[in-house]
């Protein structure tokens, strides 16, 4: 004789879930750069800024593989659906044991946001996930490396790296860098319903105005 | 305005004479030129007289690159002297600036160094404009001919300790935790205003403070120009306190010694510093009353007014309180006095009292305690406040997550819990924390079981003086677990034998390793750890002799842990041992049991002497045994058993 077994399936609760929008996956953004030989001074006021001043600001050190996932034998046409789905792949370089990540940005949000609103999705991977991406079909786009400082305020991810590039043989601690100057990162997840948070972010980028204009910048406009 | 025109030289200077006699001329600056030149000249930020060397030889050097002009440039003094005029002018009107705005607007002079004149120091510093950087200011300011002169010094030094901010027309204070990671309800928010307007609602500091009889330092504290109001809720001093008692019906009562710990420089960060006791304790209690409530242990914790009672052992209970009085009205808020205990008690209560201040707690007439049955736990109290802050902490020192992607505010583990497959059962396992009140009970526990066992131990060590007991507790041990080392030697035969063993104090449990390596775990109760030590001693004694009989020559004829036979022990088994002399024609069997004193007893053979015959041929068929005789040890010469077991063997050698 069945047993009447109500088991809900995990698919159904992530639905659920997005149906209630609970899932943070909406991530405001504001970038900003700064000159290396300014780089103490903004490290010194985001340090006042940020929780946990007394302690040093953590630093990271941070390996990016990014993948593109499109049908390549197509016919390449103008649009945003021919350039096909940026997976991003990061792995902590300081920190081996840890669980790499995925991570899907998606494009822009039209509208007057306080600041740059696009759906992103993270999700811890094992260290595999580049075979598996190659099996997908997906293709190496570009890799790099970036370091830098994180730290945080409430729920705003505060970085402060800078990018290198990533070449054969390029040792650890010899990297060539890409710039004479660090990005400025200030980022929060929020959900779709919960927009007050972006309020904060602009306020916290106001406080370092002098120091770094950081701003909601559209990629789109950027590039070729 | 003075129309000043400025002219140039009508020819422009010679620059080289050519062997030729032609004259080369300096090119005529351009416009801008002559421009910058001019510019260069005029310096309206120094002072015509006192230019510093430096820009003397700036000058100088000027002069010489440029040997077209004359040192003595005609309109010199007359800049000079528009320069002084304009300089004056605009510090007379930075001045009438100052003193046409709202009052809040004050003048800070600040000393710069040596022969600088006055303009040059004045600065106008909107201060509680929109709470500039304070930190960036430093005394010695001077403000003459006004009552609040430290008004502004004294809310610098504020600012530096306390949040501050500007909020309409008055300055508000945030005393609570909330920044540092707390997420209580209460706010903790005080008012700071001028001392001189006397409309205001509160009273000075520096009076209420004097009015309160626990704090001395307020008598005295000078005049404050500066008054902070913080609300009522928040006055006075509390503390929480902690207790461990053993009786029923004593369970509701609880004494308020004074406990004035704040010292503040200013009778403000003194009041502030209270108030934020006050705020963090209330806090503290709320925390542990919630978690009271929510836990269903076997004997439920019991939540009356402002204490908190749990059992942690079979008739020892645990009492949390919170203590608060209110510095206006010394009387009791909450509780009984503790005068009212008095009545039942007589003196008893007299060296609680001193503090005199209040009782806080729920109750009520019987329960009345000397001084010497009630006992703060001060380093309970001390690792409450301490299990508090670390829940504050916790709250902001999330890992931060690396690589930078991942999200924030999770642990290492549970990042990786998708990926490692975690299920339920293990994310449950990971989410669950322990409570204050759990924690704080695991330490009572602890801190109770180690005074007991530690109690124990010395009753014994007093009970026994053969052998002696010696106990090293270490030093260093953790709130839950502590160690004992307890040594068990015959005074002057520790090189014959050293009994060791070593306790393991848990929260309910003992462990106990023994010298052969058996581990015994024992409960809470004392019988059990007693029990295990009176077998140790008599274990002792029976070893030890063996080891003496080593050294002076007897035979063990037999030794036996657990003897059967003989009056049964209420714990435990008696043992026995059998010694001969070298000569073979005495014995000595010793009987010794946990619970009974050590009984010995002697027999020899019959003939002492011995004379070969034909029947017998050796001595040995002479040691028949005969009966025992039982020696009264107790009357003996020696100090200890050993000392007299050794006589014993001597005599009977001989």
Sequence with gaps: ?224 | MADIRLEVPGENAVLEVLYDGTELYQQPPSMSENLTQLARKIDFATDGEEVTTEEKKEEEEEEEKQPFQQPHWPLEEVRNKVRQALTEVSVLHDLLMIVKQKPHQYMVLDPVQAEAPEPKGIHTVPLPEEEPAIGGLHPPHRRPNRPVQDFHIELLRLRQNWRLKKVGNTIIGDLSYRSAGSMFRQTGIFEVSKADDVTGPSSLVGASGAASPLSPMANRAPQSSLRVNVPTELTGSAYIFVCIKKDEEDICSAQLTSSDFVAGETPWQQKLEKAQNVLFCKELFNQLAREAVKLTPSIPHLVVGNQITATIFPGIHLLVGLCHSDSKNSGPKGGTLQGSAAGGGGPAVAGGGTGGTTVGSTTTGGGLMGPSKYKHEHDLEHSLHQLLHRVYHNSFQHPLPHPVYASMGMSKRRRAAGLEGMDRNQLLNMMREQTLLEQIIRQVQHNFLRLRTMYVIDQLAAEFKDPLIVSHWNAFNSPTQSCVKINIVTQGYDSALRTKLVIHIFERTLKCICRDGKIMTMSFEPQELRNLILCQISQHNMAALQGLAKYTGWTVLSSEQNIGTGTIEPLGNASTVMLASPSGNKVIGVHSGPHQRVSVFVSSSPRPDFYPSTVVSEQRWEHLGSVWQEVRHDRMEGRNFLNKMELLMAALTA
């Design chain 1, 1 to 224: 004789m069945a047993m009447p077994v109500n088991v809900p399936h995990v698919g159904e609760n992530l639905e659920a879930a997005m149906k209630s929008q609970i899932v943070p996956d909406q991530e405001f953004l504001l970038q900003g750069s700064v000159l290396d030989t300014s780089l103490g001074v903004v490290i010194d006021r985001l340090r006042g800024l940020c929780d946990n001043a007394d302690i040093l600001p953590e630093t990271f050190h941070d390996h990016e593989v990014v993948f593109v996932l499109k049908d390549f034998s197509a016919m390449s046409t103008p649009g945003p659906a021919s350039q096909g789905v940026m997976l991003r792949v990061r792995r902590a370089m300081d920190y081996p044991d840890l669980p790499y990540q995925l991570r899907y940005v998606g494009y822009p949000e039209l509208g007057n946001y306080p600041a740059l609103l696009r759906n992103c999705l993270d999700i811890p991977v094992s260290n595999n996930v580049c075979e598996f991406l190659t099996e997908l079909g997906a293709k190496l786009d570009h890799e790099f490396i970036a370091k830098g400082f994180i730290m945080k305020k409430g729920r705003i991810k505060v970085t402060v790296f800078k990018m290198y590039k990533m070449g054969i043989g390029m040792a650890k601690d010899n990297l060539e860098q890409m710039t004479m100057s660090h990005m400025v990162e200030l980022s929060v997840l929020t959900t779709k319903t919960d927009m007050s948070v972006a309020e904060d972010l602009r306020a916290l980028a106001d406080q370092l105005k002098p120091l770094v204009q950081l701003e909601r910048i559209d990629y789109r406009r950027l590039g070729p």
